[in-house]
């Protein structure tokens, strides 16, 4: 059984930073990738990056500039910094991850349960 566990969210003024991080354990053989979404009360969950096995790196263009996502692949978590925080980037933010847990079987998605992330102005 994989499990992803966040860290890091919290209250924060308009303009400050906060570091998300996601730890990623169990019966893991390979993690494709891991990203970030987030989801505010009355909307749609939306990505906010993603950073594959590979070393690509996608971001949303409502956080380019402001947000990086980074992996520690030895310890299987991903992070994301967070700066120049708006009181629009209030919401839950989840982490997501494509694992594979055996070599003979494709990756499935994992998800965390999410940690809140409150931007005041």
């Known amino acids: 059984q994989v499990q992803l566990v966040e860290s890091g969210g919290g209250l924060v003024q308009l303009g400050g930073s906060l570091r998300l991080s996601c730890a990623a354990s169990?019966?893991?053989?390979?993690?494709?990738?891991m990203g970030w979404y987030r989801q505010a009360p009355g909307k749609q969950r939306e990505l906010i990056a993603v950073?594959?096995?590979?070393?690509?790196?996608d971001y949303a263009d409502f956080v380019k500039g402001r947000f990086t996502i980074s992996r520690d692949n030895a310890k299987n978590m991903v992070y994301l910094q967070m700066n120049s925080l708006k009181p629009e980037d209030t919401a839950v933010y989840y982490c997501?991850?494509?694992?594979?847990?055996?070599?003979?079987?494709?990756?499935?998605?994992?998800w965390g349960r999410g940690t809140q992330v409150t931007v005041s102005s």
């Open positions: 169990g019966s893991i053989f390979k993690i494709n990738s």
């Open positions: 997501n991850a494509d694992i594979k847990e055996v070599f003979w079987r494709s990756g499935s998605v994992y």
């Open positions: 950073h594959t096995s590979g070393g690509t790196l």
